[in-house]
């Protein structure tokens, strides 16, 4: 793993990310694979850094895979917290324990960034996903997650 670096995206990656989305999104139930509307998003993303951040797993400069941290105020913490969205590994590369190194990283930058709980969502059937979350420390939450999508 000594030729793997994780690094905050720049808008030069916008579109290494969005392909990446796009195995993501047609693996995840809830939602489509929409190229503009994720390059806009990760853009205004990149650009805003008070927003999130995006991290990027790259292997000999080729990006591999990308977590979003979101940031969000929370008033039962008192403090920032963080939304880890958009994890993916590309195919290729997964079973490597890359998924676990990115996941890492996204942990430990969002502590340096001040943040007291970091949250995220799975899809009930990724099992894989699940057990490494639950195994780097996450843990199910009381509360259900509910949307309204305009």
Same mark, same amino acid.
């Given at each position: ?32 694979? @929409?190229?503009?509307?994720? =390059?806009?998003?990760?853009?205004? +993303?990149? $650009?805003?850094?008070?927003? %999130?951040?995006?991290? *990027? &797993?790259?292997?000999? @400069?080729?990006?591999?895979? =990308?977590?979003?941290?979101?940031? +969000?105020? $929370?008033?039962?913490?008192? %403090?920032?917290?963080? *939304? &880890? ?66």
């Amino acid at each position: 793993m000594t030729d793997i670096i994780v690094s905050q995206a720049t808008n030069k990656d916008i579109q290494s990310i969005t392909q990446l989305l796009e195995i993501l999104f047609t693996q995840e139930a809830d939602f489509e694979p @929409q190229p503009e509307k994720q =390059a806009q998003a990760i853009a205004d +993303i990149v $650009s805003h850094p008070e927003k %999130g951040h995006f991290l *990027l &797993l790259r292997h000999q @400069q080729k990006v591999i895979g =990308a977590v979003s941290l979101l940031y +969000i105020p $929370s008033t039962a913490m008192g %403090g920032q917290s963080a *939304l &880890l969205e958009d994890m993916i590994i590309s195919p290729d590369f997964r079973g490597k324990g890359y998924g676990r190194q990115l996941l890492n990283a996204a942990v430990e930058f969002a502590q340096q960034q001040g943040c007291l709980r970091l949250t995220l969502l799975t899809d009930k059937s990724n099992m894989i996903a699940q057990k490494m979350y639950k195994q780097l420390g996450f843990e199910y939450s009381a509360m259900l997650p509910m949307r309204l999508v305009f």
